[in-house]
């Protein structure tokens, strides 16, 4: 059964940081890129970040300078890195993997979500 493990999450104040962590089975071994969306209550499901299968990185505009994605090939992990978290980034995190290739198909897979809370 494949799923994605998500950590990290949790409740901070204002100009906090958390560490958001995603990891991919062992079978999920080529994809095209790993991230993370979010949800906060009464909205649509939002891209935050993603980091493409080469190393590239694309931001939403509204975390671009506070958020930091990094990856551990070796443990097929992705971590994103929140500082100077605002009340407005409170929502349910899910980390995403797009464009899978496993067992000759191409697959999303998503995480469970994780609930990061920023009080003010």
């Known amino acids: 059964q494949v799923q994605l493990v998500e950590s990290g999450g949790g409740l901070v104040q204002a100009g906090g940081s958390l560490r958001l962590s995603c990891a991919a089975p062992a079978s999920i071994f080529r994809f095209e890129a790993m991230g993370w969306y979010r949800q906060a209550p009464g909205k649509q499901r939002e891209l935050v970040a993603t980091?493409?299968?080469?190393?590239?990185?694309n931001y939403a505009d509204s975390v671009k300078g506070r958020f930091t994605l990094s990856r551990d090939n070796a443990k097929n992990t992705v971590y994103m890195q929140m500082n100077s978290l605002k009340p407005e980034d409170t929502a349910v995190y899910y980390c995403?993997?797009?464009?899978?290739?496993?067992?000759?198909?191409?697959?999303?897979?998503w995480g469970q979500g994780t609930q990061v809370t920023v009080s003010s």
């Open positions: 980091i493409t299968s080469g190393g590239g990185t």
């Open positions: 995403n993997v797009r464009g899978a290739i496993v067992s000759g198909w191409r697959r999303d897979y």
